[in-house]
């Protein structure tokens, strides 16, 4: 099994899937490395694999060929429920239920403490805003998050995200509602204490830029990799950003 005391490396090595009803194939050889701790963004277009990339690397869909190592460890070979304690993916504000807000945070884990849920409360800009709740953190929250504004619902979905001390974070672009300056400092308030490898899916600009390395994936290859200030200059954003 992996070593959990530290966060996980990714290595992809000619990995290659495609879905039974499809023509072509959502990833062809995809190649890559994620060091342990570096923040790193995977962008695209529709249908460029980054959806069928993301599902296989939380543990979702199978029926893939080529490689994936976890911390050298193929992913096949691990347990998957074992694996996926050790990971976080935020979802949509659908993954919220009806119960209060630290009981959404927490999901019935009983390893994490109140006091850990405050503190990713406050990592994700939500501190104030609940302590200025009559129930605090003890606040019912509707089912699906109805009622929610999509930045809250997202910010706490985050929260769960990170009270979970992932050793691998795997963000979808959830960040809507959120302005440039806001999501900046949202996105650095995440990883300032986050020991964990990062890797989000968006082709959000803020996002990119605030990440350590971007690749970008096009027509389920790898088109280009580098830092955003790198891929702007010399045009491979331009049909993504």
């Given at each position: 099994?992996?070593?959990?005391?530290?966060?996980?490396?990714?290595?992809?090595?000619?990995?290659?899937?495609?879905?039974?009803?499809?023509?072509?194939?959502?990833?062809?050889?995809?190649?890559?490395?994620?060091?342990?701790?570096?923040?790193?963004?995977?962008?695209?277009?529709s249908g460029s694999g980054m959806i069928s990339l993301a599902e296989i690397l939380a543990g979702t869909i199978s029926g893939y060929s080529g490689g994936v190592l976890i911390n050298g460890f193929g992913l096949r070979d691990l347990d998957l429920t074992y694996y996926r304690d050790h990971i976080s993916a935020n979802g949509t504000s659908d993954d919220l239920f009806?119960?209060?807000?630290?009981?959404?945070?927490?999901?019935?884990?009983?390893?994490?403490?109140?006091?850990?849920?405050?503190?990713?409360?406050?990592?994700?800009?939500?501190?104030?805003?609940?302590?200025s709740w009559a129930m605090g953190i003890d606040t019912p929250l509707p089912s699906e998050g109805k009622g929610l504004s999509p930045e809250l619902a997202h910010r706490i979905i985050l929260a769960r995200c990170l009270a979970r001390k992932p050793k691998l974070m795997l963000l979808h672009d959830h960040f809507s509602g959120i302005t440039g300056k806001e999501k900046s400092a949202l996105f650095r308030n995440l990883t300032a204490h986050l020991d964990a490898t990062l890797i989000c899916f968006s082709a959000d600009p803020v996002i990119m830029s605030n990440c350590d390395r971007v690749i970008i994936l096009e027509?389920?290859?790898?088109?280009?990799?580098?830092?955003?200030?790198?891929?702007?200059?010399n045009g491979l954003l331009v049909n993504i950003i």
């Amino acid at each position: 099994m992996p070593d959990t005391s530290k966060a996980f490396s990714v290595e992809l090595h000619e990995l290659h899937y495609q879905q039974p009803e499809e023509k072509t194939a959502a990833l062809q050889s995809v190649s890559l490395r994620v060091e342990p701790n570096e923040k790193v963004c995977i962008a695209g277009n529709s249908g460029s694999g980054m959806i069928s990339l993301a599902e296989i690397l939380a543990g979702t869909i199978s029926g893939y060929s080529g490689g994936v190592l976890i911390n050298g460890f193929g992913l096949r070979d691990l347990d998957l429920t074992y694996y996926r304690d050790h990971i976080s993916a935020n979802g949509t504000s659908d993954d919220l239920f009806e119960g209060t807000l630290i009981d959404n945070i927490l999901v019935g884990n009983p390893k994490i403490q109140t006091t850990e849920a405050i503190r990713v409360l406050e990592q994700v800009g939500l501190q104030k805003l609940v302590s200025s709740w009559a129930m605090g953190i003890d606040t019912p929250l509707p089912s699906e998050g109805k009622g929610l504004s999509p930045e809250l619902a997202h910010r706490i979905i985050l929260a769960r995200c990170l009270a979970r001390k992932p050793k691998l974070m795997l963000l979808h672009d959830h960040f809507s509602g959120i302005t440039g300056k806001e999501k900046s400092a949202l996105f650095r308030n995440l990883t300032a204490h986050l020991d964990a490898t990062l890797i989000c899916f968006s082709a959000d600009p803020v996002i990119m830029s605030n990440c350590d390395r971007v690749i970008i994936l096009e027509n389920g290859t790898v088109k280009a990799s580098g830092n955003y200030t790198s891929l702007v200059q010399n045009g491979l954003l331009v049909n993504i950003i």
